[in-house]
């Protein structure tokens, strides 16, 4: 169910939003980022993912999710659970009146480029990094990075 911008304004301001990210790697050992046109984060590159909506069980929202995203529905089976993370933003969809808070589910999965129908509507660009490219890079958000940093960390 997807609110009024009105009453969406309330709920992010007054309480953390359910997501799911997408960390898609490809058959290079590569991770797709977007570069985002909505706030938060707007201007970084970013991993898919969007919001689980009231009363949609998550299958449902992982479904739905990986159709918007990657243009490619897939099941929740499909992923693998990577752990739940926070995201914290001083701005939100609307301007900077107000922060946005997340308590992100990630999932990692592995496609093929080729089954991929990437949209534009929540980014303008596409590209695939390796782990140590997307961790040098300024312009990948602290919050895509996180998910790489642990990874290194665990196996480093």
């Not at 898609?24 to 689980?52: D, H, M, S, T």
């Not at 312009?139 to 990874?151: E, I």
């Amino acid at each position: 169910m997807f609110l009024r911008q009105e009453d969406f304004a309330t709920v992010v301001r007054s309480t953390p939003l359910i997501s799911i990210d997408l960390i898609v790697e490809n058959a290079q050992g590569e991770f797709l980022l977007g570069k985002r046109l909505n706030r938060p984060a707007q201007g970084y590159w970013f991993v898919p993912g969007g919001r689980v909506q009231k009363d949609e069980p998550l299958e449902a929202a992982f479904a739905r999710l990986t159709e918007a995203e990657l243009g490619l529905r897939l099941p929740l089976s499909a992923g693998q659970f990577y752990g739940v993370w926070q995201h914290f933003y001083d701005d939100n969809f609307s301007g900077a009146d107000f922060s946005t808070h997340y308590i992100v589910l990630g999932y990692r999965l592995r496609v093929q480029e080729s089954d991929l129908a990437l949209p534009d509507a929540q980014h303008d660009a596409y590209r695939w990094l390796t782990p140590e490219a997307l961790l040098a890079s300024d312009n990948v958000h602290d919050n895509s990075r996180a998910y790489f940093l642990s990874q290194s960390q665990v196996e480093g």
